[in-house]
């Protein structure tokens, strides 16, 4: 059985950084495109990373582009989400995603396996 568990949520500073890690079951880890997405109180579940298979490719939201950095570890079958100069706006439940797709995309429904989620807060 296919399990994602995100794991490094808590409670942060605007300002600070977390690092977010999630662990895959999955069997070809590297031929999975990885992504993460956040689902704020009342609001839609968002795109906010994702990585290609080998790594070598990612891409984001704008609302994380220089602040936000996806990597993957292959050999572990971890990919991370490093968060830095957090905002109170990035408050939102964290969930990382596999996609059996070459290029990781940003929509929900590209994904195939989820996870079920670390909550992340940042206080002003």
């Known amino acids: 059985q296919v399990q994602l568990v995100e794991s490094g949520g808590g409670l942060v500073q605007a300002g600070g950084s977390l690092r977010l890690s999630c662990a895959a079951s999955l069997r070809t880890f590297s031929s999975y495109s990885m992504g993460w997405f956040r689902q704020a109180s009342g609001k839609e579940r968002e795109f906010v990373a994702a990585i290609s298979r080998s790594g070598g490719s990612t891409y984001y939201v704008d609302s994380a582009k220089g602040r936000f950095t996806i990597s993957r570890d292959n050999a572990k079958n971890t990919v991370y989400l490093q968060m830095n100069t957090l905002k109170p706006e990035d408050t939102a439940v964290y969930y990382c995603?596999?996609?059996?797709?070459?290029?990781?995309?940003?929509?929900?429904?590209?994904?195939?396996?989820w996870g079920q989620g670390t909550q992340v807060t940042v206080s002003s």
């Open positions: 995603a596999a996609a059996l797709t070459p290029r990781p995309g940003s929509l929900r429904r590209e994904y195939n396996y």
